[in-house]
């Protein structure tokens, strides 16, 4: 059974540091891309960016909006997704998925973790 | 980047009734488009992919269509757990973005 668990959520005041964590399990994990979209409290989903699978080198991609300040990492050793979020904003606060990335779509899905920036 | 239009905004429709959900892509994307169902307070969940291609377990009362730049999706026979919010996403190069959403309520 695919899972996919995330943590690290909380408050955070704006200029901090997070880093949140998505545990996978029930699939070869290097073998596919893992995205991070998050979703503000009663709006609309916002993919934030990937990072690939082994064959494509792990680089990654960013959205605009978080890009030098968000940064995609992964332990393949532990089958573990990282998103290290810095220089925190009030904007940033939502709920944050990290999901499977197959080709034609986000296949599985967390249950999310929710950050709050605030002072 | 590529622009994705959901219309309408939010709909409200009865148990039985078919409703008919669209997704505008500001330049073409052959078929590279998903759809996913997301439930209050639960997370996203694929429901067609390839715009037409139903994910696993998904229901045939769903049903995804178009190509290039309009693309719709059809729920025949609401059911009860079918009210919720839809989204549509690209799949054609980086970011995928997502459009704004359709919210599905009971009338």
């Known amino acids: 059974e695919v899972k996919l668990v995330e943590s690290g959520g909380g408050l955070v005041q704006p200029g901090g540091s997070l880093r949140l964590s998505c545990a996978t399990s029930g699939f070869t994990f290097t073998d596919y891309y893992m995205s991070w979209v998050r979703q503000p409290p009663g709006k609309a989903l916002e993919w934030l960016g990937f990072?690939?699978?082994?064959?494509?080198?792990?680089?990654?991609e960013y959205s605009a909006s978080v890009k030098g300040r968000f940064t995609i990492s992964r332990d393949n050793s532990q089958s573990i997704l990282y998103l290290q979020m810095n220089t925190l904003r009030a904007e940033d606060s939502a709920t944050y998925y990290c999901?499977?990335?197959?080709?034609?779509?986000?296949?599985?899905w967390g249950q999310g973790t929710t950050l709050t920036v605030s002072s | 980047d590529i622009q994705m239009t959901q219309s309408p905004a939010s709909l409200s429709a009865s148990v039985g009734e078919t409703v008919t959900i669209t997704c505008r892509a500001s330049e073409n994307i052959y078929s590279y488009l998903a759809w996913y169902q997301q439930k209050q307070g639960k997370s996203p969940q694929l429901l067609v992919y390839n715009a037409k291609t139903l994910a696993e377990g998904v229901p045939s009362r769903f049903s995804g269509s178009g190509s290039g730049t309009q693309f719709s999706l059809k729920i025949n026979s609401l059911q009860p757990e079918d009210f919720g919010s839809y989204y549509c996403q690209h799949h054609y190069g980086t970011p995928p973005t997502f459009g704004g959403g359709t919210k599905l309520e009971i009338k």
């Open positions: 990072i690939r699978n082994k064959a494509n080198g792990y680089t990654t």
């Open positions: 999901a499977r990335d197959k080709y034609y779509g986000l296949d599985y």
